[in-house]
């Protein structure tokens, strides 16, 4: 997938060329020098919260509502979907302070990791099943892969570290929302009509966004 978000709210303003792609953002993020950075960083702060809270809004819900009652093909894209859109959530935040190393970035970090840890485990169990035939210890009552706790094939393995995913979510939702609080006091009135006005664009972007339009988009 080229770009993972509305075209008119996804880069930030370069002296001369307009939107920056965001590619072309992540690659010069670190180099820009450190008052122009700011700059671009008080004018964009209002977009990229937005993006931020749109995003993690999606994989809540995600979480909460589509991978329980998904099969196991299906749960492997929420799955990859769902790292998609951390990563989108963790660069909106670092584009939008000077300091990385803030509690809300850690959620968020520990968030993308857990969720790529469940989507290795889906993709393990998934191959597993696969080389059945070539391996028939592996249809076995002891074998891993095998272990499953509810009707769609949610093996205990998944089922264990998505507790884990909802304990993840339950100490850092709260923790997202005060950053976000913090944010807004600090926004103009024009800037917090903006931060709205993002919202609903991303809202309508992400929920409209499914796992087959991603594979069709990176293909």
Do not use: W
């Amino acid at each position: 997938m080229d770009d993972f978000s509305p075209k008119y709210i996804q880069g930030v303003p370069d002296d001369d060329q307009g939107i920056t792609p965001l590619e072309e953002q992540r690659a010069t993020r670190t180099t820009a020098p450190r008052a122009h950075r700011h700059t671009l960083i008080e004018m964009n702060r209002s977009a990229f919260t937005a993006r931020r809270d749109i995003a993690h809004e999606r994989v809540v819900q995600i979480l909460r509502e589509e991978i329980p009652s998904a099969d196991i093909d299906l749960r492997m894209k929420l799955y990859e979907l769902c790292v998609r859109l951390v990563d989108e959530a963790v660069f909106a935040t670092e584009r939008s302070q000077l300091n990385n190393d803030v509690p809300v970035l850690h959620y968020l970090r520990l968030l993308r990791t857990t969720m790529s840890t469940s989507l290795a485990i889906v993709q393990h169990e998934k191959a597993l099943k696969t080389e059945q035939k070539e391996f028939p210890d592996l249809s076995q009552p002891g074998a891993v892969a095998m272990r499953t706790t509810g009707p769609h094939g949610m093996s205990s393995n998944e089922s264990n570290l998505l507790s884990c995913v909802a304990e993840v979510l339950d100490f850092g939702h709260p923790v997202l929302q005060n950053d976000t609080e913090e944010r807004l006091k600090k926004l103009s009135e024009e800037e917090q009509e903006r931060y709205q006005k993002a919202r609903e664009e991303y809202h309508k972007y992400y929920h409209q966004l499914h796992p087959s339009e991603t594979d069709e988009n990176d293909a």
